[in-house]
């Protein structure tokens, strides 16, 4: 499989904090990779790095072949991400906010584009409804259709069930998992939910101040650490020293 | 009671911006009105030939105002609205965001000034259109230097993120002494006027009075007023390329707006 993440020993200093220090992974194409860690343990500034939003101290990132220094626009083309602290214009209809996106993104069909993901994500209904007034399952929804507006090679994921009922959380998941399948797309995940992430993702990246302190699949890690599910394992992990593997 | 002036107080002391902006405004406004005063006080019969000439400022200056404050509005309604990410992460070049910007500034300012020119010929029986083929020229040197202070805003609240809002509003009334829009410069202390010779406001008003009172067009204070809109225009969109990339170092676009 072709790997279409590519992070080869990226490093990020905020002056003489040390946010980031040194880690490299990779991601298939087809596959989800968890990253988790405490709060504080740099999986943000990670995905700013992936997004182009930070500039690394040093190292560097590949996404589908091409280095991220240089070819910013031609990547931004490529991937996209969803977060529960950004969103998009309240003041604006579910539609437009996607128009305005698909414009920017510069898809060619946009309307279809719609219309296929309104279609997937459950939004049929709500295209002319006022972002700002739709439901907390309802935004997410939408920040999902605006995801993948571009066809995404690359998806990046920050807590994207998080605030969301079970019931929704369950659909989001599930489209997630058949999205990926449909498409081979490969997606970051970082989550502090560990049963989405043990339902997801083949493989977990565990990390703290900085650095990867263990990697594997859900399975491995929870046979390895002697625990009964992933939680068990991240709560080792977070409360333990650093152990590099 | 205590515990709400404590809140305050804490906000207050923890942003430089904010305690600039309490001392800011006074200052600001006693200055332009001080020099506004001064000015009539001494030339009472400068403008008796010419009484749209204040109108007519005031509609110029308030195009600059709306010019600059709707490039910053559209700029700070992005991070309001929490949508500063997903902007900075869609395939945009820089340029192509200033570019979209500077046009619905123009829009945004345009929508507001066309009513206030058709209002001043019934209301007050002026007409700026007075001014002749070179409105044209003023206006446009105006739009350039509304973009410019909102690019170097803009600039401002990337490098430094949405504390630096408060300096977004001022801007426009820190210039205004200087503009000298209400009165010539000549009002102006001797220090002030070099500082205000440096900006291309100066040009742009004394131009306006000039054609509306002495019914000549001197062309140097046009050239000179898109000499220093064009080095002011240059100059933010360096700070702004500049602004960026410490933003990128710094992390300030990925948590704007949180």
Known sequence: MKNLVEVKNIKKNYGKNEAVKGISFSIEENEILGLLGPNGSGKTTTIGMLLGLLKPTSGEIFINGQKLEGNRIEILEQINFISPYIELPKKLTVKQNLTVYGKLYKINNINERIEFLSEKLRLEGLLNNITGELSSGQKNRVSLAKALINEPKVLLLDEPTASLDPEVGDFVRSFLEDYKKEKKISILLASHNMNEVTRLCKSILMMKEGIIIDKGNPEELINKHGRKNLEEVFLKLSRSKNELN | ?258
């Open chain 2, 1 to 258: 009671m205590y515990g709400l002036f404590l809140r305050h107080f804490y906000l207050i002391t923890r942003s430089f911006p904010r305690v600039l902006d309490l001392v800011y405004w006074p200052t600001i406004q006693i200055t332009l009105w001080g020099f506004i005063s001064n000015f009539f006080a001494t030339h009472t019969t400068y403008y008796n030939n010419a009484v749209g000439v204040i109108l007519t400022c005031a509609i110029l200056y308030d195009f600059l105002f709306r010019t600059s404050i709707g490039f910053n509005m559209l700029f700070l309604e992005e991070i309001w609205s929490r949508n500063f990410t997903n902007l900075f992460i869609a395939p945009m070049k820089i340029g192509e965001i200033l570019t979209s910007l500077v046009a619905t500034a123009l829009i945004r300012a345009l929508i507001g000034l066309i009513p206030a020119v058709l209002l001043t010929s019934p209301l007050f029986g002026i007409s700026i259109l007075d001014l002749g083929i070179f409105l044209f020229f003023l206006f446009l040197s105006l739009y350039l230097f509304g973009i410019t202070l909102g690019i170097l805003v803009s600039a401002g609240l990337l490098r430094y993120g949405p504390s630096f809002e408060n300096i977004a509003w001022s801007t426009m009334f820190l210039l205004a002494p200087f503009g000298c829009i209400y009165y010539p410069i000549e009002i102006l202390p001797e220090v002030f006027q070099k500082i205000a010779y440096l900006l291309p406001l100066v040009y742009i008003f004394e131009e306006a009075r000039n054609i509306l009172i002495n019914q000549t067009v001197d062309i140097q204070n046009i050239y000179y007023a898109f000499l220093w809109n064009g080095v002011y225009f240059v100059l933010s969109i360096v700070l702004f390329y500049y602004s960026f990339n410490v933003a990128k170092n710094k992390g300030t676009l990925i948590n704007m707006g949180e």
